[in-house]
């Protein structure tokens, strides 16, 4: 089989090194005797398919390619395809889109298809699985990468009969000549692999309509596993000779160690060792470990047993003063006063003055956990200088870097094995959890799997930034918006990376600097905030609060104007139209794409809000104690509206009889994963809008595990979800995270129809259980 | 201390520290690594087992408290049920990340050995301990319904 399995000298790797996945469940009978494989993966001996390369020809080096087709295709003597994986499988099913892409413009039967997931290494291009790309950002690629082949495998059948390649087809994995003869890409291979790859523009992608894969659903690749309990997660690695360890980490953010008694934990059954960990330095902890004490043991639960019976006095460090509801009435304080301007147009302080009618409304939004049911998990193992690692993380250069910088070694000395990801969230993307396991394993001698509670991941995460937001909005007499200030203060996901002190502009570009409403005088502000957690980014990052407000305020700004609020907000985004942000003065990042490519359109915007409404009977009378609201936001490139019913009992519990929610992604390739996408990432919002609140006393986070961090369970989920994606033929746009942004303010905007109740702050639900029904009809 | 427990209808001895849960026996000591750890303390269901056909949390339970009973995992989940549940998820594409599901599937497997039709109500009360961060909810729903049909 692909990958070094148990028939190699290698230390043996019970589990994370399998090939992930083989698609036709088709084992590889005979591999490794006499294949005669052509086109190798490139040169990462750390990772490279031992059977394989075994009967390779040498390795070229494909170091200069940018995700040429030599690093991610390779074809085997008898038409088995093996494609390589650089992106990180979450849940998401990613490993089944790249190979749609890759495999349609190849054209090889799905059957034949194996897939090897990809170390990480720069020769991969971009890995980071991260802000929802691996199909908005590596399209093209993807697609040129199989294409390229199929050209490359086509000259070489040409070559091979003599003949000119415009002579030439291919299909499904066979060349034919024009005269009838035929030759099949393994026949092919080896000579394939010693062409040169062709340049991009004499490379021909297919038309749309000669689409196999992209647009079609095909079965995940992961499925069969993970119901069999077989997929292995992080968590899942087990290495020969591998302790356990558990770590005991600071309470608070740089605090350190004062005093150990490691006696009784030294006593537990099966614990080996007590390591003081390495101290994070400076003073913004990066990807750096926490520090604290680790307790190392022969499984998993001594382990946890041997960290109960640590004694430790900390040193609480440079945060200790920080408690989150000191914090949030000063940041709601801030949002009270003006801030620094980001975003201007016409003259807002005048107009609202001037307004017939003038509103204003606080929003607060409480820090959040990702928390994945995988919990961070990491295994590594030192040979010399080298260390192998196999972990659940999105972003592999990231944790390859991050372990060589803190262990003193180069890169090319680290390697790290990407697992399946039992979720991620974005809190994966950050791989201090993989240092840990790197260093305890070179301190130990031994292979060691670092694996946190779901206390320790409560605890110490990367949080979902908390904010404060402040909101006016003036109407002239019939009710139309004249102007709308949107103030905003949050600590910045920068703070755990250097000095800062006020959200960036790339954050309020998540929602609150892309504002598209046609309001004659906007302007967009930011305050001061600093941080004392750290502070990463979640499904969505900035969107959740930003859009939490200001959809939740064009419902109010409908409310005060007496108009329904559907039709208020196609009111307030206006004519068809393609929005230049630099008007206002805003440097529009637009999630890393060019505007030419994926301009702001309104009319894609106007379009979803539409069919979710239609979706939902909009205007439908809804019994007793329902309501109906409805948001839309443009985020990741998509646009996605969202429609919520919900009902309130007469004792405030909310239930969903029905969600629907419509998506613009501009070109699918996986349609029904894409809507699986669209309800996760729906429920993820409505989950942390109605319970999500992570808190803090003396530095020390309060929540620990499910019964204090509560998330949303089936009895709560709603009845019906229908999600519509909408025809285009737009490049690709984002999937993972864009339904995100519109469930809280729908929630909230539902709420305040079914019961008069508006809900300024998450979690909506505070710290009960059902709503407050002694507050109905209270605007 | 040696025990030997009956899993998935083979006999395993195990050496583990006395109060050692369940859970991590598979794990660490049996790698039997299907059966996930979500919380530890009986939340999450994500290491959910048959006991003498119960579905019960392995993480808080004590692996000598079950030496004598008919354990069942994820790896060895079988029969006319679990093939029936299997197929309803592969059908509807229920699993996102997958790493909750084990414990989704002997939950779903256990509810349907004892209710040929369960209700919303009823899917509610049996499910209701299984976490899904990535919020497969409604397929999971769906797909136990679909089962129930397949099967009975
Ligand atoms: S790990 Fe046992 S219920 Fe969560
Ligand atoms: S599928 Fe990811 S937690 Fe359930």
Redesign the pocket.
């Given at each position: 089989m692909f990958m070094h399995l148990a028939q190699t000298a290698k230390p043996k790797i019970e589990t994370a090194n399998k090939p992930l996945l083989n698609l036709s469940r088709r084992g590889f009978v005979g591999a490794g005797t006499g294949l005669a494989l052509a086109v190798t993966l490139g040169a990462c001996s750390q990772n490279k398919p031992e059977t394989l390369a075994q009967a390779a020809a040498p390795i070229p080096d494909n170091s200069n390619i940018d995700i040429g087709p030599l690093v991610l295709i390779s074809i085997a003597a008898d038409g088995r395809t093996q494609i390589t994986n650089p992106r990180s499988e979450m849940g998401q099913q990613v490993i089944t889109t790249v190979a749609q892409m890759i495999a349609d413009e190849l054209d090889v039967p799905w059957d034949d298809l194996f897939i090897k997931q990809a170390v990480g290494d720069k020769k991969y291009g971009d890995q980071n699985t991260d802000g929802s790309t691996s199909v908005r950002n590596h399209f093209d690629r993807f697609r040129m990468a199989g294409a390229s082949m199929r050209q490359m495998l086509t000259q070489a059948a040409a070559n091979e009969w003599g003949v000119d390649i415009s002579e030439c087809t291919s299909e499904l994995g066979v060349i034919t000549h024009s005269s009838g003869k035929t030759l099949t890409y393994g026949d092919v291979s080896e000579a394939a692999g010693k062409l040169d790859v062709p340049a991009e523009d004499t490379v021909t992608l297919k038309t749309r309509s000669q689409w196999r894969y992209i647009g079609k659903d095909k079965p995940s690749y992961t499925i069969s596993d993970v119901i069999r309990g077989k997929g292995t997660f992080g968590i899942d690695v087990r290495v020969p000779d591998m302790l356990y360890a558990v770590i005991a980490r600071p309470p608070a953010l740089f605090g350190k160690v004062k005093s150990l008694d490691d006696t009784a934990a030294l006593a537990v059954p099966g614990v080996t060792q007590v390591v003081k960990m390495k101290e994070p330095e400076g003073e913004a902890p990066g990807f750096q470990q926490l520090g604290g004490v680790a307790v190392i043991a022969t499984d998993t639960w001594a382990a946890i047993q041997g960290r109960e019976a640590l004694k430790i006095e900390w040193d609480a460090g440079p945060h200790k003063n920080y408690n989150s509801k000191t914090y949030a009435q000063e940041l709601m304080a801030t949002a009270r006063q003006p801030g620094e301007n980001k975003f201007k147009r016409g003259d807002v302080t005048k107009a609202l003055s001037s307004a017939e009618t003038m509103i204003s409304a606080d929003y607060y939004a409480a820090h959040l956990s990702q928390s994945p049911m995988e919990p961070p998990a990491a295994t590594a193992q030192w040979t010399g200088d080298n260390v192998e690692i196999w972990a659940c993380t999105q972003n592999p250069q990231a944790a390859q870097s991050t372990v060589a910088q803190i262990c003193g070694v180069p890169d090319e000395n680290v390697t790290v094995h990407v697992t399946l990801l039992g979720g991620g969230f974005g809190r994966k993307s950050k791989p201090d959890f993989v240092v840990e396991a790197a260093l305890l394993a070179r301190e130990v001698g031994k292979p060691v799997k670092v694996t946190w509670t779901r206390e320790d991941d409560i605890k110490h995460g990367y949080f979902h930034s908390v904010s404060a937001q402040h909101m006016k909005g003036g109407l002239d007499k019939d009710g139309n918006v004249t102007a709308v200030l949107h103030r905003t203060v949050f600590p910045s996901i920068n703070s755990t990376f250097g000095p800062s002190d006020q959200g960036s502009d790339f954050e309020l570009s998540l929602g609150a600097t892309d504002n598209p409403w046609n309001v004659p005088n906007m302007a967009v502000e930011v305050g001061k905030a600093n941080s004392h957690i750290r502070i990463g980014w979640l499904r969505s990052v900035a969107n959740v609060y930003h859009v939490f407000a200001n959809q939740s305020f064009a419902a109010e700004l409908a409310h005060a104007a007496g108009k329904d609020p559907k039709a208020f907000l196609m009111d307030i985004i206006g004519p068809d139209r393609i929005i230049d942000f630099s008007k206002d003065g805003v440097t529009y990042p637009n999630y890393g794409a060019s505007l030419d490519e994926h301009p702001v359109d309104t009319k894609r915007l106007k379009a979803v809000l539409d069919k979710a409404a239609t979706m939902a009977k909009w205007g439908r009378d809804v019994p007793k104690g329902h309501g109906l609201g409805i948001a839309v936001h443009r985020s990741f490139l998509a646009y996605v509206a969202t429609a919520i019913e919900v009902a309130v009992d007469a004792d405030g519990n909310i239930s969903f009889p029905g969600i629907w929610s419509a998506v613009d992604a501009g070109t699918v390739v996986s349609p029904d994963n894409t809507k699986s996408q669209i309800e996760g990432g729906t429920l993820f919002g409505i989950s942390n809008a109605l319970y999500g609140e992570i808190t803090a006393t003396n530095g020390a986070v309060d929540q620990s595990n499910f019964p204090d961090w509560r998330v949303m369970r089936m009895a709560e989920a709603p009845h019906v979800f229908e999600t519509h994606i909408m025809e285009s033929e737009a490049p690709p746009a984002g999937v993972g995270e864009p339904g995100t942004p519109p469930a809280a303010p729908a929630l909230a905007n539902a709420i305040f129809a079914a019961t008069g109740q508006r809900l300024r702050a998450m979690p909506l639900l505070g710290q009960n259980d059902r709503l407050d029904m002694s507050k109905v009809g209270e605007g | 201390m040696a025990i030997t427990l009956k899993i998935n209808g083979k006999n395993e001895n195990v050496t583990a520290a006395e109060g050692t849960p369940l859970?991590w026996v598979l794990r660490d000591h049996l790698g039997m690594t299907g059966t996930k750890?979500?919380?530890?303390v009986?939340?999450?269901?994500?290491?959910t087992v048959h006991v003498d056909g119960t579905p019960i949390?392995?993480?808080i339970t004590a692996h000598e408290d079950v030496e004598d009973s008919d354990i069942v995992t994820i790896e060895g989940a079988s029969g006319k049920v679990a093939d029936a549940i299997r197929g309803a998820w592969e059908e509807l594409a229920v699993p996102q990340c997958g790493y909750c599901q084990a414990g989704q599937i002997m939950s779903a497997t256990a509810l349907l050995v004892t209710n040929k039709s369960p209700s919303d109500d009823d899917i509610d009360a049996a499910m209701s301990g299984n976490i899904c961060r990535c919020a497969t909810y409604v397929r999971i729903r769906k797909a136990i319904k679909e089962a129930a049909k397949a099967v009975y």
């Open positions: - | 859970l750890f979500g919380c530890g009986a939340q999450c269901g994500a290491c949390r392995s993480c």
